[in-house]
Each structure stands twice: as C-alpha cells, then as structure tokens.
C-alpha cells in the first residue's frame, strides 16, 4: 500500500503543483504585455487561461498532501523533523496561493475588465478615451500596475522556491537510512 501512496503522491505533485508553478509564473509577464497593449485580447485571453489553470491546480494540487499523509503514516515517518519541515513548508506554500496569488490575480483581472465580458464602448466615449491626454492620475495608475505585477512576480518566486525545497526535502530526505 505504501508504494501506490507514494506513487499517487508523487504523481499528484507533478500533474497538480507543476502547471501551478508554470502559470502563475507566466501570469506577470502576460500581465504586462496587456497593461501594455489593453486591446490585445489574446493577451488578455492568455491571462484568464492562466489564471483558470492556477485555480484549477490548486484545487486538485490538494491530493498531494492528502497522499502524502497517506504515505508518512504507512511508512512512519510523521514525526521526523524532514517531514515536519515539508508538511510546514507546503502549508506557507498553500497560504501563498491561495490568500495572496490567486486573490491578486483575480483583482488585476477584475481591474482589466477581464473577469467579466467588456461592453462595447459607444463612438463617443471610446473618442474621448483616446482623446484624453493622461495625466498624474494615469501615470499613478500606470506605476500602480507595475508594481503589482512586480508584487506577483515576487510572491510567484517564493510560491516555487517553496516548492523546490518541498521537492529537495522529500528527495535527499536528512536522516533517511536509504543511504541515497
């Protein structure tokens, strides 16, 4: 039983974690490339993708502690200090997720308009969009957006670097009489 655990657990990382990692690594860049052209709508469409992926993953992303409980206990290591160590990274992992990127996500969407089909603009106000010289407060908002996507890149950084001494940990597993 310990070995199909193992392999469910680890099958789990990979199919759930990893397109977690990729999209939500993805997702500053392609913010950026619409912030930059906002009538790109295969840009915008690449950023509603990613961010579906993220949420998607995430959700499945939850068989992979319940496996690999499943495998500590059948191998009775739930008290060694490599696993604790694991078990606490994945939860700040987890918590990185799922109250910082995906909210953050979710509102730059939101502020995209992206969340929701856009409506047509009217001749009118689209002329005045276009029209109207930007000012402080669009330099403001500009700058604003920048940041936010530099914030996600940074979260996205730690999210994976968790993940990576996660994946290390389990790996070379300190103390492991495996000899590997």
């Not at 078990?87 to 969407?109: H, K």
């Not at 995209?112 to 930007?134: E, I, K, M, R, W």
Request: charged content about 15%.
């Amino acid at each position: 039983m310990t070995k199909l655990f193992l392999s469910l657990h680890v099958l789990a990382a990979i199919v759930a974690i990893g397109p977690v990692t990729v999209a939500a690594s993805m997702f500053s860049p392609a913010l950026r490339r619409v912030r930059r052209d906002p009538g790109d709508q295969d840009a915008l469409t690449t950023l509603r993708t990613l961010h579906r992926i993220c949420r998607v993953y995430a959700a499945v992303g939850l068989a992979v502690p319940v496996f690999g409980f499943a495998t500590a206990s059948s191998l009775g290591v739930l008290g060694s200090p490599w696993l604790i160590v694991s078990i606490v990274l994945t939860a700040a992992a987890a918590a990185i997720l799922a109250l910082l990127l995906l909210p953050a996500q979710a509102r730059e969407l939101a502020a995209l308009g992206a969340a929701a089909p856009v409506p047509a603009l009217s001749a009118a106000a689209l002329s005045h969009a276009v029209d109207a010289p930007p000012g402080r407060s669009a330099d403001r908002r500009d700058a604003q957006a920048g940041r936010e996507a530099a914030r996600l890149a940074m979260l996205t950084g730690v999210f994976n670097l968790l993940w990576a001494t996660v994946t290390v940990l389990m790996i070379v597993r300190p103390g492991s009489t495996t000899g590997a």
